[in-house]
Protein backbone atom coordinates (compact mmCIF):
# COMPACT_ATOMS: atom_id res chain seq x y z
CA UNK A 1 0.00 0.00 0.00
CA UNK A 2 1.37 3.29 -0.99
CA UNK A 3 1.34 5.64 2.17
CA UNK A 4 3.48 8.71 0.04
CA UNK A 5 1.56 9.63 -3.09
CA UNK A 6 4.22 12.43 -3.90
CA UNK A 7 7.14 10.87 -3.69
CA UNK A 8 5.40 6.80 -4.45
CA UNK A 9 6.55 5.27 -0.78
CA UNK A 10 4.91 2.30 0.31
CA UNK A 11 4.44 1.24 3.54
CA UNK A 12 7.11 -1.98 3.02
CA UNK A 13 9.57 0.63 1.89
CA UNK A 14 9.46 2.36 5.52
CA UNK A 15 9.40 -1.05 6.89
CA UNK A 16 12.75 -1.67 4.99
CA UNK A 17 14.22 1.41 6.01
CA UNK A 18 14.00 0.83 9.79
CA UNK A 19 15.43 -2.78 8.93
CA UNK A 20 18.20 -1.56 6.84
CA UNK A 21 18.83 0.74 10.14
CA UNK A 22 16.91 4.20 10.45
CA UNK A 23 16.15 4.81 13.93
CA UNK A 24 13.60 7.92 13.52
CA UNK A 25 11.02 8.84 11.64
CA UNK A 26 13.58 11.73 10.60
CA UNK A 27 15.98 9.39 8.94
CA UNK A 28 12.87 7.32 6.94
CA UNK A 29 11.90 10.63 6.08
CA UNK A 30 15.86 11.25 4.65
CA UNK A 31 16.17 8.04 3.53
CA UNK A 32 12.44 7.47 1.52
CA UNK A 33 11.72 10.85 1.20
CA UNK A 34 8.14 9.93 2.87
CA UNK A 35 6.28 13.12 4.00
CA UNK A 36 8.96 15.73 2.56
CA UNK A 37 6.92 16.92 0.19
CA UNK A 38 3.32 17.95 0.56
CA UNK A 39 3.30 16.49 4.26
CA UNK A 40 -0.09 14.56 4.27
CA UNK A 41 1.15 11.20 4.48
CA UNK A 42 3.68 12.16 7.67
CA UNK A 43 0.76 11.32 10.83
CA UNK A 44 0.68 7.65 8.85
CA UNK A 45 4.27 7.32 7.85
CA UNK A 46 5.12 7.83 11.76
CA UNK A 47 2.87 5.84 12.99
CA UNK A 48 4.49 2.58 10.79
CA UNK A 49 7.47 3.85 11.17
CA UNK A 50 6.96 3.68 15.21
CA UNK A 51 5.62 0.52 14.74
CA UNK A 52 8.71 -1.11 12.57
CA UNK A 53 11.17 0.42 15.42
CA UNK A 54 9.02 -1.58 18.26
CA UNK A 55 8.99 -4.96 16.28
CA UNK A 56 12.63 -5.18 15.28
FE1 LIG B 1 3.80 12.08 1.23
FE2 LIG B 1 2.76 14.11 -0.10
S1 LIG B 1 1.90 12.18 0.25
S2 LIG B 1 4.64 14.06 0.96
Redesign the pocket.
Known sequence: MY?????G?SDRKIRESVEGGARSWREVQQETG?????????CV?KTITREAIKAE
Open positions: VCLCKVCGTQCGKCAG
